[in-house]
């Protein structure tokens, strides 16, 4: 018995991976795994919490028991609609800083192992590839420039009526690759068999049919 395929989308922030993996989910009729959500819902609820970014212990106790609901587009944590409150960049930032923790690696590995179910499932963030699904049959790595991904970062956030600052996003993007590029468990960094996408000049039109036209090569 052979476990379902997967396809890893792994990149920076902001590249489009987020976007590639839905539509490609969508198009292949597959589960999606968005794994920086997890990240995000665990900075969020230490946040709620209050508890000090430094305690690496109860932060993974806090990631291991989150009480997380999805409700068609709408993201629950305790009940609460926080959608909206996940994408900011301050809690991307927290997300970035507590994600070096290995205990905190350690207590969304099987929650993010669950997600791989028939007939297949596309997974996107920073190690899919390399560490939560290394046997994935296809494994992107997105890149575009920082640049570009500061204002489509903007450009979201505005039309989703969330304020934003397009220079403190550039700061905090540069920021947040220098930690996930770094840190010592789990970095961002492409595997070894991945194929590196540049979507700086591409459209998400054109990310999704050279992903596409990979996976049927994969399948060819
Ligand atoms: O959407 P964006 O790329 O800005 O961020 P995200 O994918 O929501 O991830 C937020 C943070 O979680 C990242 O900056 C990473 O530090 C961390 N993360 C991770 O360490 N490993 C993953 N597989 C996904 C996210
Ligand atoms: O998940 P990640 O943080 O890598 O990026 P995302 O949230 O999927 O994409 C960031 C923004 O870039 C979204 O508003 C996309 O519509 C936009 N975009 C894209 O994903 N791909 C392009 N080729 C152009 C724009």
Redesign the pocket.
Known sequence: TSLPPVIAI??????G??TLAAIVAKTLGWHQL???????LS?LAVLKKNIQSDNEAEIAKVARNLNVCFVGQQVLLDNDDVSDVL?TEEV??L???I??YPLL?QALFER?LAFRKAPGLVA?????GTV?FPDAKLKIFLIADVNERAQR?YKQLIEKGISANLVSLLDD?KA?DE??MH?SH?P?VPAKDAIIIDSSTLSIEESVAKVLAYWSAVNA
Do not use: T, V
């Not at 792994?10 to 590249?15: E, V």
């Not at 996107?124 to 899919?128: F, I, L």
């Open positions: 792994d990149g920076p922030s902001a590249s991976k987020g968005d794994s920086g959500m997890l990240y995000r900075a994408r991307g930032a997300a970035s800083r994600a070096a690696r993010q996107d963030g920073r190690d899919m939560i970062r993007l947040r930690r996930d840190r789990a961002l």
